[in-house]
């Protein structure tokens, strides 16, 4: 493979203008394609297959005039009045006929009739009937249900909620914060604004082309809302990571007096392999989501693996092609100078593995040096006060390793104890931004109502005739009584055939409560036992409860997937047993880590303010999922950058102590740069609103930050100086069977090094 990219990276350097034309080309048409055929999100989770959705099916069938989107307006009194009273109820009057006239709106219910109304007669429910069902709902639409009584606002509260008050969350600026402390990242990292402008370039348009792919597809398959905001937060991250990658190798080969293209052909073909494998990595754990069997689940993690695949591309074509362009201006300006007076020709690779300074004496070909490099070896890191600090901080870790293991692995032990607690839910408008409408009908319902009207559940039951409908709600209604957390039970409507009856269930708690959890658990199993009947549970409440159930079984399953395949990719790589169990355990560590975090924070409320967070609760059930297959390729790509340079200098003849100490003193600029800006990507969305979103950011950065600091720049050279030659051991047998997938280059430096012997004259 390493040989395969050396020579794209070479053709994309020499035919840099077509290369960025085509991209430029392709970004256009997608722009356009998106333009032409995007379509809605859906705030849909439908599940086939389970009970909830069944019953949801049925009622479209059964109740068609009911299968469009609901709204819910809520009416109150001033404290001290009543609804009865004439003026507030003609209030109420011209509220029902305003919400009527709503553009798409079948109807809306006086709560008089409906009797819909609490019992101190202060509140009251207007249900509102759309046509259209949720996803097809305009904003003009929405804007005028919201403005449905604003002229009785000075005698009565009306507040407008429901499920068509839900609309997707919206990519404001506050992300972009995220985005420029990349850039201050980058500039310091590589301390010129030509090689962090290029880099941030080469990531933007990376995004923009996934971003826009994603949504010209949007039209013709359903993504959730959340989606393409998951694909824009992952697309940033890895696309300016894997372009930092590259670039701090290129400029690596110009400092060392390796001519442009062959630095920028060679860092593709060495780190940009690294690039390839951690992308398929990262893609083929999305991709697994499918598995898991959740259409919009398996839509989210297509949607990101798609924006990660283009990352990868634009990573290994466009960015040598802008390489090219920049030159020696992608080094700090003493570089520069220094490289302008050493006369070096079209390659000169010496320090491809080593670092050794081509030499000075006139030119040479690219594979000149392969041989010094390999037989000078990676030479002693004597440890000293000009030392790079990522060789001294390794050295410490090295002496310190037992107390390191301790401290670091009962830490994060511990602070992974919360997720024993964890609990999953989908949003709710009880947890909705405070202040929004729908967080406010909410709130003025759990007033006047109780908390248990928030997640109301709808049970349906259907036979083959009405008598026998009749019978079995009767059975209902006595095999429920008395059911804990059940505070009523409202009449049947019926369908137009009088076969089947929807009943409303209010619980005692709200919906993402564990006793409404309870609840429906109980109401299944109770109904269960009702013969010659159809009777199933369902409702948003009940679909919320069932996907993340679904969810919950699911990861151990995925879990097992992920960590298995890391351990067999990994194995291919570093052609190790130990290696790539610590890596597993490691990632294991990481993920329970910020499970716990994120619950103590988001969950039960823990300095929950710092983060924007008002009003604690589950998390939403699929960031769980979410997380552990974003964070397994991230994780094995800053293993791979680390411990590959540890097994290379091994391999050429390094002690196991010395090995470790140059593979983390040479990667701990970059995977420190590399980390620090895919943890600012992911904290700038904690600073959007919409708590879903939030917590998918903070879960992300944590998790970044406790992997790349703690567990791979800590813990693992910690771990492989005390397993010293052992780390490196694999069964013969095994090795055989093991294809060699060359991520570190060697077949390419074989190639170059055949070439320069090639071309040498013969000594006669």
């Known amino acids: 493979m390493a040989t395969l990219l050396y020579r794209l990276g070479r053709g994309s350097f020499r035919r840099r203008r077509l290369v960025v034309i085509l991209w430029l080309i392709l970004l256009v048409a997608l722009g356009g ?17 389970t009970e909830s959705q069944r019953a949801l099916d049925a009622l479209k069938h059964e109740f068609p005039e009911a299968s ?50 609490s019992r101190d007669g202060r509140y009251a429910l207007i249900q509102v009937q759309f046509r259209d069902p949720v996803d097809d709902i305009t904003a003009a639409q929405r804007t005028a249900y919201e403005q449905a009584g604003e002229s009785q606002r000075d005698v009565l509260q009306v507040e407008h909620g429901g499920e068509v008050m839900n609309s997707p969350p919206e990519i404001g600026g506050s992300e972009a914060i995220g985005v420029a402390v990349a850039l201050v990242v980058l500039l310091v990292t590589f301390g010129s604004l030509v090689a962090a402008g290029m880099t941030m370039l080469n990531a933007l348009i990376g995004v923009g082309a996934g971003m826009a792919g994603l949504y010209a597809l949007s039209g013709v398959i359903s993504l959730n809302s959340t989606a393409p905001i998951l694909a824009l937060m992952l697309g940033l991250a890895v696309g300016i990571d894997y372009s930092l990658f590259i670039t701090s190798r290129h400029r690596q080969h110009l400092a060392d007096g390796v001519d442009p293209e062959e630095a920028a052909a060679r860092s593709v073909g060495t780190a940009g392999s690294a690039v390839v494998f951690a992308g398929i990595t990262v893609i083929i754990a999305l991709a697994g989501l499918t598995v898991v069997n959740i259409p919009f689940l398996s839509a989210m993690g297509l949607a990101a693996a798609g924006t990660v695949a283009v990352a990868v591309l634009v990573a290994i074509t466009l960015l040598p092609a802008l390489l090219g362009f920049a030159g020696l201006r992608v080094l700090p300006r003493k570089a520069r100078r220094e490289a302008a007076a050493s006369p070096a020709s079209p390659a000169s690779p010496a320090s491809a593995t080593s670092g050794t300074p081509a030499a000075a004496d006139g030119p040479r070909h690219a594979s000149d040096a392969v041989a ?8 002693k890191h004597e440890a000293s006060p000009a030392e790079p600090f990522g060789f001294r901080w390794a050295r410490w870790i090295i002496k310190a390793r037992i107390p390191v293991l301790v401290v670091g692995v009962l830490g994060l032990g511990l602070l992974a104890v919360p997720a024993a607690g964890m609990r999953l839910s989908l949003p709710d408008a009880t947890h909705a931004v405070p202040g929004t409408p729908e967080r406010a009908a909410a709130d003025l319902i759990t007033q006047g109502f109780g908390p248990g009207a928030n997640g109301r559940l709808a049970l349906v039951v259907s036979t083959d005739s009405p008598q026998t409908t009749a019978i079995a709600v009767q059975q209902v209604s006595q095999v429920l009584a008395g059911t804990p957390n059940l505070v009523a039970i409202t009449q049947p409507n019926f369908s137009s055939d009088e076969r089947t009856a929807l009943l409303a269930i209010i619980p005692k708690d709200g919906p993402t409560a564990a006793s409404t959890e309870t609840l429906v658990h109980d109401v299944r199993a109770k109904t269960a036992s009702i013969d010659g009947a159809d009777v199933s549970l369902t409702g948003q409440t009940a679909v919320g409860i069932d996907v993340s159930e679904k969810l919950s079984d699911a990861l151990p399953i995925y879990l097992a997937l992920v960590v298995g395949l890391s351990v067999l990719l990994l194995m291919l790589v570093f052609r190790s047993i130990l290696v790539p169990l610590k890596a597993a355990l490691g990632f294991l560590l990481t993920v329970g880590t910020t499970f716990g975090i994120t619950v103590w924070i988001f969950q039960e409320g823990h300095l929950a303010s710092l983060v924007g967070v008002q009003t604690p609760g589950p998390l939403v059930s699929f960031l769980p999922i979410i997380l552990i297959g974003i964070l397994f390729g991230l994780a094995m790509d800053y293993e791979v950058f680390l411990v590959s340079r540890m097994r290379e200098d091994f391999t050429h003849g390094a002690s196991a102590h010395e090995a470790t100490v140059s593979g983390t003193g040479h990667g701990a600029r970059v995977v420190t740069a590399a980390a620090l800006i895919m943890t600012s990507v992911f904290a700038g969305f904690v600073l ?8 998918i950011g903070f879960a992300l950065a944590l998790g970044v930050a406790v992997d790349a600091f703690v567990m791979r720049m800590t813990i693992v050279p910690a771990v492989i100086s005390l397993f010293g030659r052992a780390a490196w051991w694999l069964p013969r047998w095994l090795d055989r069977l093991l294809p060699n997938v060359d991520i570190e280059g060697e077949k390419l430096h074989q190639q170059l090094e055949e070439d320069r012997a090639d071309r040498e004259p013969v000594k006669v």
């Open 33 to 49: 394609a998106a333009a032409a055929f995007m379509g809605r999100t859906t705030s849909d989770f439908a599940l086939p297959g």
């Open 68 to 117: 469009g989107a609901t709204g819910t307006i809520v009416v109150a009194a001033p404290a001290g009045d009543t609804l009865a009273d004439p003026n507030m109820a003609a209030a109420v009057g011209q509220v029902v006929r305003e919400a009527s006239q709503v553009p798409g709106v079948l109807g809306a219910v006086d709560p008089f009739t409906a009797k819909s109304l």
């Open 372 to 379: 010094e490099a390999d037989s000078e070896g990676p030479g």
């Open 688 to 695: 959007i609103d919409d708590p879903t979103i939030k917590a």
